[in-house]
């Protein structure tokens, strides 16, 4: 392998991997911060055990997250540095504003959260979680505004070979942004939800701290019900504004290689055969893509060979066509995702509301525990999807992959970085899972031991 | 000043912000493993900094996002061109950070030592390869016409650049321990107060050394010989009113003194550095500089309207919180950690 392969093989599996831990600290500090407020305002003590149970999978969580964002940061210079130096102007700037802005905030008001349950007064420790949990938001919104620059440049201008910003506001307003950042900001919520409710359904299934877990239930379905169909919609007009600025991503998402009939059907399955450029067989729905892409039953929607022309005309000689296979399928991986956790959260919806909870069939609660891994298999194929059908581009019309590599690293050291990079994240992962599961199995009242030491320091075993 | 110097004089403030706060954290870190007698002191010494570590960290990743935006050159030549050092700094960053979180929550001692160890590795390494890279930056580096880097490894690692590193790493060790001495009561008080006199005077012939050393290898002192020497003499009153202070057992004004010299480090390398960035041992001409690295003015003036509003507000709230924790952390309280 080359150095563009290895540095994208290593970008790819670190973005997937530190894609794990932020939406679970972006969903759980929400959902966190609500049930704080639950107690704040009625006084329940049951609403505080709640918040401080659940804020343990969200603290161990939110230290990989922290550390694994610092890698993220570093390697646009480290692997991609002559990405850097093009965009550095228009890029960097989200990315500083980031740091500034949201990584300041939450990093300062977890500090006080967590040490300060004795020294605040309960608004102000409340605050403190809101904060964070508005600082997660923020940071989610800046990284994407970078990133939606990579998919739809705009506020720019080409000076000496780099894109030069000229206009902030326009970066800002970007609609790829005002798409994608509800988009992933719901499906993060969706995310903390799913694992709360799966975890909740776990221990409702084993009847144990009922009185505890059923509200728990209750209040993740509501948001894991609101978040998915929130996710659907603004991943519906995100696909619309695909098909007008990023044509060749929906064709290859759709495995159209001819320019569609009007109207033109989606395609359920196909066997995609990228050496011929056609497909052994599909699956279709008669109307769907021509509504998908254009909100009405008429409209057909431009094929990859004519794309492919068309780009060869505008940027010269070249393909421009991504993976196909990838793209196609990721796309439908997570609409299937998304669709079961519509439906999911519809049904844990319905049940909770009821309050069916307790007779609820076993089958579903057992579905709810393994529905915890949903979120997680969309948001990864979305990426990718995204990502690897913007290939040969990183950012779109500009700057092609192949010229964005670092020129002065060998492949020797990516490939030790690679590793390294790779067994560490895999230890984290695994580190996490085991004590998720050590937690939830602890359960909310198995918590007490170290306040122990309050009363009496003496008493207080060695190792607690 | 125009903007493009404003934004070296905040990255510089970033970076030098950065040592003198998680310089605290690294020498805490390493404090772990020569202070305390028990896995309890062990526990307060994590939870002095407890509430701040991950903040002060965020000093570190805002002024790399500030090179990205304002000199995207500099950024891309250093990151890419230390990239092992950098992929290294990662990883100990990375077990440190996790560390601190996971240590306390599985009660085993084999659990405990692998995050100890992952604790002592991460506080120390970083430093030593910082010291290593700010060595090269001043000392200059292969860097070609077309602005890239291209070093072997002595390029990187040789007597100098080691000798900065492990300077770096003892200046952060003094600076925790004055830290610890200020944050805890009773025998950990004590201990550290009496390492932290202890090591004072290595630390003294260790900067001592490297400022000789810089003299001979570097340009600084011709070029800005009369305010380093300023900061030199500072520095040596710094030492002396430190080990004063130790003695008196004034913990607060000492912590001053260590974090001063800190500063006066840090500050001595991008006095001696401006306006340069990154400087090439084949040709002056190939600099990276101010001139020639910057964003656009539109970008530096859209990020100073930025920082100049959120910038307050982010000292003013850190600030508040090391009021709210002011108080020293004792084995009687609830540690998280």
Redesign the interface.
Known sequence: MDVVELARLQFATTTILHFVFVPISIGLSLLVAIMETMYVITKKELYKKMTKFWAHFLLINFAVGVVTGILQEFQFGMNWSDFSRFVGDVFGTPLAIEALLAFFLESTFIGLWVFGWDRLSKGVHLACMWLVSIGTMLSAFWILTANSFMQRPVGFALNNGRAEMVDFWALVTNEQVLWEFPHTLFAAFATGAFLIAGISAWKLLRKKDMAFFKPSFTLSIIVAFISSIAIALFGHGQAQFLVETQPMKMAASEGLWETSSDPAPWTIIAGIDPDKQENSFELKVPYLLSYLSYNQFSGSVIGIKELQARYEAEYGPGNYIPPVRTTFWSFRIMIACGSAMILLGLYGAYLAVRKKLEQSNKLFMRVMMFAIALPFIANTSGWIMTEVGRQPWTVFGLLQTKDSVSTTTSAGEVLFSFILFTVLYVILLGVLAFLFVREARKGPYATHEPEIALQDPYQFKEGV | MSLSDLWFLLIAVLFTGFFFLEGFDFGVGMATGLLSR???QKRVLINTI???W??N??W???A??????????W???????Y??L??LI??A??????A???RG???H?WW?KTWDVAILFGSSVPPLLFGVMFAGLIKGMPIGED????SGFTDVVNGYSLWAGITIVGLCLLHGLTFISLRTMGELRERSRHMAAKFLPVQAVLLAVLVVWTYFVTDLFERRGGLLLVFVMIGVLAVLLAGLFLKWRREGWAFCMTGLLILLTFGSFFVGLFPRFMISSINTAFDLTLYNAA??A??LK??TI??AT??PL?LA??AW?YF??HKRVS??????Y
């Not at chain 2, 950024?75 to 061109?81: L, Q, R």
């Open positions: 028990n896995d309890m407890g509430p701040f991950d903040a960290e965020v570190l990743i805002t790399a996002g500030a090179m990205f935006a304002a000199f995207p050159h950024y891309a030549t250093m990151f890419s061109g990239y092992v950098f992929t990662l990883i960053l990375i077990f440190r950070g996790v601190f979180e996971f929550k599985v009660d001692s405990r602005m890239e880097m291209r964003s656009s539109y970008t859209a990020m930025v920082a959120l910038l982010v709230y850190q919180s709210v924790f084995e009687k309280e609830h540690l998280e």
